[in-house]
């Protein structure tokens, strides 16, 4: 009978790969991300309002952040998932009457909140359903897979976008909302870990996560907050190409099939993330990640169209790879018992810096041009690059020359073979 029950819960741990995948294709299943800008703007926003209305969305996820992370470690990381996907659902509901910037400001705040409740949770639930059946074996698995499904599904949905549009804006609108319902249906199929088994009654110390992220050495230090800064140097880009495109007059129908070129090429860097670090080393890496946002912007202010849509693959290049590699360090370095927390506290500083920073951008677009924005985005990106991810290199050095902490497995001075 124990090893019945054994196997039937090894299988639904088996169980959690595919299903975890699938609430990561759909949580992010967006037709209308290709078209959101010149959707906002068809309903009477500027552009500070657009900007404004992804401040909102990060102000929730800021306010939410921590406690939906504490939720997940405290109560399981299957009850913030089935919990966020319902929020997401109505929020997209809530799309079917949005039509001022008071609807649009309730559809990210609840996405928002959903947001907030699977980010995280779905990390460390992947994370250890893979300790659990013993599939870890130092490879970023868990968070390359993630987040290629991300993009692979941010793809299919910006080709689907532009064939939807072929028939009206309304349809787009409501397979969104179809599609924002899926991922409730998914999440309660989910298993809890059984790695996790007992945890759930264990006071979770709030000041031990702060401790180790900000305290436990350098290298965590400069991760945390290289995740928290350099993030925005690639994040404005996803808002700023619509209007450019739309500015230089691209057909909005190409919106979709540009926006699932680019999020194809992210998933890719994210899948050759590894294998990028151990061609160049971290010090490579580092630099490179940090000087395409700034060649991205460079691009866009100074050359012509078709060679600007080129350039701009620097951003999603950087984005795949950065994002795989910071995270997955963060999470190799963290516990399990308050894995969710941790995570949700790096996006808190993200989310917090974007809530300052997005609506002065916006404002200082509407104000002047495109040209001086992107200018202005390319001086910050460099700054912000130099501060977080010039220290993190330093730190990492420092380790390598001698036993004052230890280098994250996916934070390697020689490459990951090295």
Not at 58 to 82: C, N, T
Not at 175 to 180: D, E, N, R, S, T
Not at 256 to 269: K, R
Request: hydrophobic share 55%; aromatic share 10%; charged share 10%.
């Amino acid at each position: 009978m124990t090893q019945w029950l054994r196997l039937d819960a090894w299988q639904g741990l088996q169980g959690n790969l595919p299903k975890s995948m699938l609430l990561a294709f759909f949580q992010v299943f967006l037709v209308i991300i290709p078209i959101i800008v010149p959707y906002f703007q068809q309903h009477g926003l500027t552009m500070q309002q657009v900007f404004l209305t992804q401040a909102w969305f990060g102000a929730v996820v800021v306010l939410m952040e921590i406690p939906s992370g504490v939720l997940a470690d405290r109560f399981g990381r299957k009850p913030a998932l089935v919990l966020g996907a319902l929020f997401l659902a109505c929020g997209h509901l809530s799309l079917l009457w949005a039509d001022s910037l008071t609807g649009f400001l309730i559809f990210e705040g609840l996405l928002g909140i959903g947001v907030s409740l699977i980010s995280g949770a779905d990390l460390a639930l992947l994370y250890d359903t893979e300790l659990a059946l013993n599939k870890v074996d130092g490879s970023p698995r868990a968070v390359a897979n993630l987040y290629s499904m991300h993009s692979a599904s941010e793809a299919i949905a910006a080709v689907a976008c532009s064939l939807l549009l072929l028939v009206s804006m309304h349809v787009v609108i409501v397979i969104q909302v179809i599609a924002g319902c899926l991922p409730m249906l998914i999440a309660i199929t989910l298993v809890e870990p059984g790695h996790r088994a007992g945890k759930e009654h264990e006071p979770l110390r709030f000041a031990e996560v702060l401790r180790h992220l900000l305290a436990n050495g350098s290298i965590m230090r400069w991760t945390v907050l290289s995740l928290s800064l350099w993030s925005l140097t690639t994040f404005f880009a996803v808002w700023i190409v619509q209007r450019y495109w739309f500015e230089n007059q691209v057909p909005l129908a190409m919106f979709g099939y540009l926006w699932a070129f680019y999020t194809a090429v992210a998933g890719l860097a994210g899948r050759w993330a590894a294998r990028t670090e151990s061609w160049l080393g971290v010090p490579g890496l580092l630099v490179l990640v940090g000087l395409l946002p700034v060649l991205g912007y460079v691009g866009l202010a100074t050359l012509p169209l078709l060679w600007a849509l080129a350039v701009s693959l620097a951003f999603f290049v950087a984005r795949g790879l950065g994002l795989v590699v910071l995270r997955d360090a963060l999470n190799r370095r963290t516990p399990s018992h308050f894995r969710a927390t941790a995570n949700s506290m790096a996006s808190f500083g993200f989310r917090a810096a974007f809530v300052v920073a997005g609506p002065l951008v916006g404002a200082f677009m509407d104000k002047t041009d495109m040209t001086s924005t992107l200018w202005l985005l390319a001086v910050g990106s460099m700054v912000v690059s130099a501060s977080v991810l010039l220290p993190l290199w330093r730190a990492i050095a420092r380790a390598e020359l001698g036993p004052v902490e230890s280098v994250p497995a996916t934070v390697n001075p020689k490459g990951r073979n090295g």
